[in-house]
T-cell receptor
């Protein structure tokens, strides 16, 4: 079974440009999460999709970030315009349908390393 | 105050040593506690999770949660060079999102 995949693995852009990151979750996983690790900091939650709906976007830093999950399959995270502080590693994770109060393992992709110059 | 605190290390030990990794957390309502392992240029991979207080053992790894002191630990017995990685503690909050510690870099020397 294929794991979570992310594309590209590395992106280098200039400040002010636009970048779109893609995540393909494990097939059949309803839950999709985006996390980010900026230099020297811990991995932090950005947002959570359940199928195509945004369940929680409390971690999105500002309106330069737009996440979509059309059709409830893959997801994209667009940064427009990119700023220097957006540099970091963006992780995607997916999990099966949640049962109330139960634990569902989140499986992580390898991440996209974004460098904004 | 961060919700999860973790010493970043690095921690360097000889092969065969017992390793102890620790985190503290602030919210007593948390119920699920995880340890992830992350190799360089890879995503975090779940090692173990624990529900509420107590111990959980899986081979050379033991996870321990003490809710009274808000302290979580991971012990690695007979450490191997292949255990060299960054170890991340994480807590799942009530909305299923993970709150991570900063990670501890571990180096096991042959």
């Amino acid at each position: 079974e294929a794991g979570v995949t992310q594309f590209p693995s590395h992106s280098v852009i200039e400040k002010g440009q636009t970048v779109t990151l893609r995540c393909d979750p494990i097939s059949g996983h309803d839950n999709l999460y985006w996390y980010r690790r900026v230099m020297g900091k811990e991995i932090k939650f950005l947002l959570h999709f359940v199928k195509e709906s945004k369940q929680d976007e409390s971690g999105m830093p500002n309106n330069r970030f737009l996440a979509e999950r059309t059709g409830g399959t893959y997801s994209t995270l667009k940064v427009q315009p990119a700023e220097l502080e957006d540099s970091g590693v963006y992780f995607c994770a997916s999990s099966q349908r949640s049962r109330a109060g139960a634990y569902n393992e989140q499986f992580f992709g390898p991440g996209t390393r974004l460098t904004v110059l | 105050q961060k919700e999860v605190e973790q010493d970043p290390g690095p921690l360097s030990v000889p092969e065969g040593a017992i390793v102890s990794l620790n985190c503290t957390y602030s919210n007593s309502a948390f119920q699920y506690f995880m340890w992830y392992r992350q190799y360089s240029r890879k995503g975090p991979e779940l090692l173990m999770y624990t529900y509420s207080s107590g111990n959980k053992e899986d081979g050379r790894f033991t996870a321990q949660v003490d809710k009274s002191s808000k302290y979580i630990s991971l012990f690695i017995r007979d450490s191997q060079p292949s255990d060299s990685a960054t170890y991340l503690c994480a807590i799942m909050d009530s909305s299923y999102k993970l709150i991570f510690g900063s990670g501890t870099r571990l180096l096991v020397r042959p």
